[in-house]
C-alpha cells in the first residue's frame, strides 16, 4: 500500500487533490471509480481497501493522511536539501529548483541526477523527490528536483524551456554546489517522463532552447535519460488505447499545445519526442507497463524502436500488466540504479530491453 501511494503522490498532492465532496458527484456519500480523476483510477482498486466497489470517506482520509505526511517528512538521513534556487531570477515559484546532497562528502564534485514530476502538465510539484532522497543517501550522487511552469500559466514550449533554463543554471553554478556538470542524468514520470526525453532528443535544437536565465552560454545537454512511461507522440495516443480522451478539448496534451491536438497538430508534433529523434540524442532508458490506460505502452514501444534506429542506445523495460506508475517492483528499482551508475559512475556492464512481471 505505501509503494502504492507513493506512486499517487508522484503527481498529486493534499492541496492539489479535489475534496471529497467535489468528486462525489451524486452526493451518496462515496466515490465510485469513475467519480475519481481520470490520472487515479487506475490506483482505485487499492484505495478501495474493503473492496466494496467504492472509496468511502474513511479510505479517503487515509489517501490525504499519507499525501500530507509526504510532504511534511524530513529527509532521508544522511541527505540535506538546499529549496527554492530561482534558476530564471524573476521570483516565479514554478521556476525554481530543490537540490540534493548527502551530508557527508568527499572532494571530488558529484554526477547529478535530475528529476523531473509528472502531473500532466497541470499538477504536480518538484517538492518531495524521494527518488531522488534515495539515490542521494547513496552518497554517491547529488540530486536535483526542478519545477516547471504548468499548463494553467504557459503552454507549450514553456514547460521545456523551464526545464532547459534549470539544466543551464545547475551547469553554471555546478562548483559552488560540489556538481559534476559533466555528468548530469534526467529522470522523470509521466509528463516528467515526455519532459526528460525532449531534453534528451533535442539537444542542440535552437528552437526549443528558449532564452530564459542568465546563462544562455552554457549547453542544456545531458549525458542520459530515465523515462518513466512519458507520452512520446500526442497525436496517436487515443489510437493506442487509453480510457482519456487525448484529443479533448481539456486533455492534458490539448492544454499543453494550447488548444485540441488535431486543431493544432503542428504544435502537437514539436511536443512530441518521437519528432525530434536523431544520432545526437542521449541514450534513454524507458519503462513502461503493458496495461497503461493513461499513457499507452505504444508510446515507449515506438519511441525505444525510433532511438535504436538512429543507432542511440534505449532500452525498453517492460512491466508485464503494470498500469500507470502502479506494478512497479524492486526489480525496476535495481536496473534503474544499475543504468544510471554505468551512466554516470562509470560502472561495468550494460542494460539491455527486459520484462518483468508486475510487483516483481
Same mark, same amino acid.
Given at each position: ?11 498529486? +498532492?493534499?492541496?492539489? /487533490? ?17 467519480? =475519481? ?17 467504492? @472509496? ?10 499519507? =499525501? ?12 540535506? @536539501? ?87 543554471? /545547475? ?40 532564452? =530564459? ?33 487525448? +484529443? ?25 519526442? &518521437? ?31 525510433? =532511438?535504436?534506429?538512429?543507432? !542511440?542506445?534505449?532500452?525498453? &523495460? ?13 526489480? !525496476?528499482?535495481? !536496473? ?25
Amino acid at each position: 500500500m505505501t509503494v502504492l501511494l507513493a506512486a499517487i503522490s508522484v503527481a498529486w +498532492s493534499a492541496s492539489e /487533490l479535489p475534496p471529497f465532496e467535489a468528486l462525489d458527484k451524486d452526493r451518496d456519500g462515496r466515490l465510485s471509480k469513475l467519480e =475519481l480523476p481520470v490520472e487515479l483510477q487506475g490506483f482505485f482498486d487499492k484505495v478501495d481497501r474493503d473492496g466494496d466497489g467504492f @472509496v468511502s470517506r474513511l479510505e479517503d482520509r487515509g489517501v490525504r493522511a499519507f =499525501l500530507r505526511k509526504q510532504a511534511d517528512a524530513p529527509p532521508l538521513a544522511g541527505v540535506e @536539501v538546499v529549496k527554492n534556487v530561482d534558476y530564471v531570477g524573476d521570483g516565479n515559484t514554478r521556476q525554481m529548483l530543490d537540490i540534493y546532497r548527502p551530508k557527508v562528502r568527499g572532494d571530488a564534485p558529484l554526477p547529478v541526477v535530475c528529476w523531473i514530476h509528472g502531473g500532466g502538465w497541470r499538477q504536480g510539484s518538484k517538492d518531495r523527490a524521494r527518488r531522488l532522497e534515495e539515490l542521494v543517501a547513496t552518497g554517491n550522487y547529488a540530486g536535483v528536483s526542478i519545477g516547471y511552469r504548468l499548463t494553467q500559466e504557459a503552454t507549450w514550449p514553456a514547460q521545456i524551456h523551464d526545464c532547459k533554463a534549470a539544466i543551464r543554471w /545547475l551547469k553554471a553554478n555546478a562548483e559552488e554546489y560540489g556538481l559534476d556538470a559533466s555528468r548530469v542524468a534526467v529522470w522523470g514520470a509521466s509528463a516528467g517522463g515526455h519532459l526528460v526525453a525532449m531534453l534528451g532528443v533535442s539537444q542542440e535544437d535552437p528552437k526549443l532552447e528558449g532564452k =530564459l536565465g542568465e546563462h544562455l552560454d552554457e549547453s542544456s545537454s545531458v549525458r542520459c535519460v530515465v523515462n518513466f512511461f512519458g507520452p512520446s507522440e500526442l497525436l496517436v495516443m487515443d489510437e493506442q488505447g487509453s480510457v482519456m480522451n487525448h +484529443s479533448g478539448p481539456n486533455s492534458p496534451e490539448s492544454l499543453l499545445v494550447g488548444g485540441p491536438i488535431a486543431q493544432f497538430p503542428e504544435v502537437a508534433k514539436e511536443a512530441s519526442p &518521437i519528432h525530434h529523434v536523431d544520432g545526437k540524442a542521449a541514450p534513454m532508458l524507458l519503462v513502461h507497463g503493458t496495461s497503461d490506460k493513461l499513457v499507452p505502452y505504444g508510446q515507449s514501444l515506438k519511441l525505444s524502436k525510433a =532511438l535504436q534506429s538512429a543507432d !542511440v542506445e534505449a532500452p525498453l &523495460i517492460t512491466i508485464k500488466g503494470g498500469g500507470h506508475g502502479n506494478g512497479f517492483g524492486r526489480s !525496476v528499482d535495481r !536496473v534503474v540504479a544499475q543504468y544510471l551508475g554505468q551512466q554516470l559512475l562509470g560502472e561495468a556492464g550494460r542494460v539491455g530491453s527486459q520484462e518483468f512481471r508486475t510487483g516483481e
